[in-house]
């Protein structure tokens, strides 16, 4: 017999740890090959686990809301295989459990640091035996939940747990119930206050606060995604072109086939997969749009991945990754962006759906907004929003001569890193997407 080390997987782009949620299997238990082996929980996601080889669980070196860096060492795997020593294996068991310790002492550090404004501590087990991840407590102590209207939420996890999708629909209905808010600043001592919240501030800017103010605790997704954002700001200097383009075509296209789909698939034909369609084709016009930035190298992409942004219940975005898209037609487009958008919704997404993205766009119309001006997604250097399909007079030119008629028109926004991609590629690169939009075939078969 042999064993091996399972190590904690990679969840995604930037994501360098993870919750440890629930154990699926205990030690002693046979395990197949990409069997789920334990319940994970990042910003992003929560997943399972799955095992990379057959055989026992021997040893779990964490433990339940631990959080866990990325390759270091969860639990050990008998297989087969060739002998291993006795005292190879004895040896191995001190190194595991001096691994695993920082482990446990920077969850202890995350807990202990991220204390919400009432100063209370969550428990990860109430009186009454429930268990609470670290996500779902840094969240109740971020919100002001207390552990008894903790205990009040119903729970859709393993034996009746509260999962983040949980705890998110609780306070989404939570209703107008009065919050533990932080202290309000008084006038006989304005700067005492409110000092702490300016320097929380971008750049220092002084916030002024008054009693009649709301204070809102940034949740731990929206810090992350501010967190994000300004960097992306900081690393790429964003220039963006607009296009506007005539959608008349696909907007006959899909009318004519949305009812067949959803009769042969159980699901709506939208508007986005024929954009992504535009994009693929562009990018392959346009490849050093499909780059990256590594350095002072340039990256250039073989594969060819869309993001797209998916609006959650939250009010958050995430965006989920159409691997190979140019290896899909428009219908496994639609169904692939169906399913995708669905379980990120639904929190189901897995950790490598959010990952390996080449280029994203951005739907902004569904909002009713006209254009955006989107900022990229690190480490790819394009992204473009597309905006409300809006009917509008317009000038036709016709063997008779100009008419005005009705069309659909879009306004598309394309933001892209301007120090490897120039006005002229990305001008060209969002041009070309409207070109193809334009020119969509109404005899397309769907």
Not at 31 to 51: F, G, M, W, Y
Not at 154 to 179: E, F, H, M, Q, W
Not at 211 to 222: A, H, K, S, T
């Amino acid at each position: 017999m042999a064993t091996v080390e399972m190590v904690m997987p990679k969840m995604g782009e930037s994501i360098m740890e993870a919750t440890v949620l629930t154990w699926l299997k205990k030690e002693g238990d046979t395990i197949e090959e990409d069997e789920s082996v334990l319940e994970v929980a990042t910003d992003k996601v929560d997943t399972e686990v799955p095992a990379l080889e057959a055989g026992v669980l021997k040893q779990i070196l964490v433990q339940e809301g631990d959080i866990v860096a990325v390759g270091k060492p969860i639990a050990i795997i008998e297989t087969e295989g060739g002998a291993a020593a006795a005292d190879n294996e004895a040896a191995a068991k001190p190194e595991k459990q001096e691994s695993s310790a920082p482990a446990t002492a920077t969850a202890e550090t995350s807990l202990s640091s991220s204390a919400g404004t009432n100063g209370h501590d969550i428990a990860a087990r109430s009186e009454s035996g429930r268990f609470y991840s670290p996500l779902v407590r840094n969240i109740a102590k971020e919100e002001n939940i207390a552990m008894a209207e903790l205990e009040s939420i119903s729970g859709t996890g393993k034996d009746g747990r509260v999962t983040k999708k949980d705890i998110l629909s609780y306070l989404d209905n939570r209703g107008d119930a009065p919050a533990q808010a932080a202290p309000q600043p008084s006038a006989a001592q304005p700067a005492a206050n409110s000092q702490p919240t300016a320097q929380a501030a971008p750049q220092g800017v002084p916030v002024s606060i008054s009693g009649d103010d709301e204070i809102i605790e940034m949740d731990r997704m929206r810090k992350m995604i501010a967190g994000r954002m300004v960097d992306s700001k900081r690393i790429s200097p964003h220039v963006t072109s607009f296009v506007e383009a005539d959608m008349t075509s696909v907007v006959q296209w899909r009318n004519k086939h949305k009812n067949t789909f959803k009769e042969q698939e159980n699901g709506n034909l939208t508007f986005t997969p024929i954009f992504i369609e535009a994009v693929v084709k562009a990018i392959k016009d346009y490849p050093m749009i499909n780059v990256q930035v590594d350095g002072d190298r340039i990256i250039k992409k073989k594969h060819i991945n869309i993001g797209m942004a998916v609006a959650l219940p939250s009010g958050n975005l995430i965006v989920p990754v159409i691997k190979d898209a140019d290896q899909l037609n428009i219908r496994g487009l639609a169904n692939k962006v169906n399913d995708l958008a669905r379980r990120a919704r639904d929190g189901k997404l897995k950790a490598e759906e959010l990952e390996g993205g080449t280029f994203t766009i951005s739907n902004v119309g569904s909002f009713g907004n006209v254009m955006g001006t989107p900022i990229i997604m690190q480490p790819q250097v394009g992204i473009l929003a597309l905006g409300a399909i809006v009917k509008k007079p317009a000038v036709l030119e016709t063997p008779q001569g100009d008419v005005i008629a009705i069309r659909h028109k879009m306004f598309l926004s394309h933001s892209y890193d301007h120090r490897v991609v120039d006005g002229s590629l990305g001008g060209m690169v969002v041009r070309r997407v409207a070109d193809y939009l334009e020119k969509w075939d109404p005899k397309k078969d769907l």
